[in-house]
């Protein structure tokens, strides 16, 4: 079964900067779809952001980017210029090209940006 | 895009009553949806898979006849909290995922409080 892991239950950094959200999962799968959800207070799920296993390339949306390195099974998120909006829970997640198409969540981290 | 609407937004019920969760996908088909369980600062724990007209898989662990789904429709799924006791007492998230493509939407929540 696939397993997604975040390693950081919390993080802080003040407005402006670059923060790094870290991602490793597990498969023995070659075609899956990684993506990066945040839920803010509203506790609205809303994607930021998505990755093909097949796309050497990182995916970039804006401020938010990811580094993908297939074979250490690894997918973190990057914020640039951080906003106070995007203070918010931020959940990895798996999906297999393959079987029952269910989303396959990490832990989270917890993302506050201070003023 | 893609919205899923789901409602009530929160329910204050009386133990042993039951309750029902409507999930609808407003502007796209959603052949498969999902409903998800979460506690307060976790991630989400995906309770069952809901297919339009067949029954619902469950998870390990989660009760098929305490909570009943129903997916009568390419647009709606249903959740039915059964007899419901202040344990049930959680946030529950649908999520639709579209006819075609990997996108998955998810609904704004469920807060379920058993009194």
């Known amino acids: 079964a696939q397993t997604v892991t975040q390693s950081q239950p919390e993080m802080s950094v003040q407005e402006a900067e670059t923060v790094t959200l870290s991602c490793t999962y597990d498969?023995?799968?070659?075609?899956?779809?990684l993506f990066w959800y945040k839920q803010p207070p509203s506790r609205q799920m809303i994607l930021v952001i998505r990755?093909?296993?097949?796309?050497?390339q990182n995916a970039t949306e804006n401020r938010f980017s990811v580094n993908f390195q297939k074979a250490a099974k690894s997918f973190s998120l990057k914020i640039s210029d951080s906003q106070l909006g995007d203070t918010a829970m931020y959940f990895c997640?798996?999906?297999?090209?393959?079987?029952?198409?269910?989303?396959?969540f990490g832990q989270g981290t917890r993302l506050t940006i201070n003023p | 895009g893609a919205v899923v609407s789901q409602h009530p937004s929160w329910v204050i019920c009386k133990s042993g009553t039951s309750v029902k969760i409507e999930c609808r996908s407003l502007?796209?088909?959603?052949?498969?949806m999902f409903w998800y369980r979460q506690f307060p600062k976790q991630s989400l724990m995906l309770m069952a898979t809901?297919?339009?007209?067949?029954?619902?898989?469950?998870e390990q662990g989660v009760e098929k006849d305490k909570f009943l789904i129903n997916h009568a429709s390419l647009t709606l799924s249903t959740l039915t909290v059964t007899s419901a006791h202040p344990e049930d007492s959680s946030f529950y998230i649908c999520?639709?995922?579209?006819?075609?493509?990997?996108?998955?939407?998810f609904g704004s929540g469920t807060r379920l409080t058993v009194v």
């Open positions: 999520s639709a995922r579209e006819v075609t493509g990997y996108g998955y939407t």
């Open positions: 498969t023995s799968e070659n075609n899956y779809y």
């Open positions: 990755q093909e296993a097949y796309k050497q």
């Open positions: 997640a798996f999906l297999g090209a393959q079987g029952a198409q269910k989303l396959v």
């Open positions: 502007d796209f088909q959603a052949t498969t």
């Open positions: 809901s297919n339009e007209g067949s029954k619902a898989t469950y």
